[in-house]
């Protein structure tokens, strides 16, 4: 008795841990393919030739492109603080998170106040990550990748929640201005317009992806970190350092394959000598645009992932970022042709090209890879925690 009591409790044990141990023999094996994936892509899969520092500017080639794309935390026409808030640019001190006077003190009921086209509303944390997951990804992408982006977005919220609701409006967490925050849709006053006959259908994909990582977020020392994503990077993403001026360690430059399928992976902004002088003596009125247009660029800096740091123009030096933001460039890894009548930068990539590259996600899911190993991948070092609420 006391021996078929034992085969029993064995039995038990051997059934209760079946499901276990096929999730982490699953798990290890995705783990083996994504990382065999990544390495080969590393050694031969460069999309775009790294440019290295003090590259110079001129002679890209050219393309255009045109389907939406996405990125958070631009931080519009100013130097983004990754820590909460932006300040203008001219390396402004980053606002210290504690310093905020409306901190929160966390998600106590589950709920988050979102300015939707100006308006506060309050809503749960996981409608609001529907609303973005709606905005910001194409629901046409594989499912694991829809889910990486549902818990970024779950995670940029709740790191805005943490760090206090910032000057810009101090009446709501967080706001549906891209730029600024991230984008935003009422999912279901906006489907039907947004997909048509496949309005449901969509719906429920993204419901259910949001379902799939509910309260899942992003830690790193169990604070939830500042997620930012975009749409398409270049062969590899940039550190935040490089774009944004901080070092932070899970926002480091990693490789990224799959951002070419990007229709904006590509693109070229072209203006006439007078137009491109004009726009920059309004930014920079110190510049000295006079002579040979060849001569006006000059030693430019670039990341290890190709964005343009640093140059000098007309004398005066300038960043890259900002020159992304004044002339509406796709991306501030970019490359210049200048003739006698016209200036045009021909960018790589699609968005800030910082953390989660949406197309990176997309083609490390379709190569088997599933949420949680990709969002290990754009933020390394990082750990995936369930949000107690
Ligand atoms: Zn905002």
């Not at 044990?13 to 590393?42: F, H, N, Q, S």
């Not at 020159?323 to 501030?332: H, K, P, W």
Request: with cysteine; glycine share 10%.
């Amino acid at each position: 008795m006391k021996k078929l009591l034992g085969t029993g409790a064995m039995l038990l044990l051997i059934i209760y841990l079946l499901p276990v141990c096929y999730r982490i023999y699953a798990g290890t094996a995705l783990g083996d393919r994504a990382k065999d994936v990544l390495a080969a892509y590393a050694e031969t899969g460069q999309e775009q030739p790294a440019e290295g520092l003090s590259e110079p500017l001129q002679d890209g080639q050219a393309a255009a492109g045109g389907d939406p794309g996405s990125e958070n935390g631009q931080g519009g026409s100013s130097v983004w603080n990754p820590m909460g808030s932006t300040v203008q640019p001219s390396d402004a001190p980053a606002d210290s998170p504690a310093a905020a006077p409306d901190r929160q003190p966390g998600l106590l009921n589950g709920d988050i106040t979102v300015l939707v086209h100006g308006e506060p509303q309050t809503m749960p944390l996981e409608t609001y990550v529907e609303g973005v997951v709606a905005a910001e990804i194409s629901p046409d992408f594989p499912e694991d990748a829809i889910r990486a982006q549902a818990v970024a977005a779950r995670t940029y919220a709740v790191s805005k929640i943490n760090a206090g609701r910032p000057m810009q409006h101090r009446n709501a967490d967080i706001c549906d201005d891209y730029t600024h925050c991230a984008a935003y849709l009422d999912l279901a006053a906006a489907a039907s317009a947004r997909w048509g006959a496949s309005a449901d259908a969509n719906t429920q994909k993204i419901q259910k992806a949001v379902c799939d990582t509910a309260g899942e977020i992003i830690t790193k020392d169990g604070e939830a970190i500042v997620a930012v994503f975009h749409a398409a990077s270049a062969a590899r993403t940039e550190s935040a350092k490089d774009i944004w001026g901080s070092d932070i360690p899970y926002l480091q430059s990693v490789v990224s394959p799959g951002g070419s399928a990007c229709e904006k992976y590509e693109g070229t902004v072209r203006l006439t000598l007078d137009e491109f002088r004009i726009r920059v003596l309004e930014n920079y009125p110190a510049a000295d645009l006079s002579g040979d247009p060849k001569r006006w660029f000059s030693a430019s800096t670039r990341s290890e992932a190709g964005a343009v740091i640093t140059c000098t123009l007309g004398g005066v030096q300038v960043k890259g970022a900002d020159l992304r933001t004044i002339f509406g460039l796709n991306s501030s890894n970019f490359t210049l042709t200048i003739n006698d009548q016209t200036i045009a930068f021909h960018t790589i990539g699609y968005g800030h090209g910082v953390g989660l590259s949406q197309y990176g996600a997309k083609y490390l899911a379709e190569q088997g890879s599933r949420y949680p190993e990709i969002l290990s991948h754009y933020y390394p070092g990082t750990e995936l925690t369930r949000l107690q609420v």
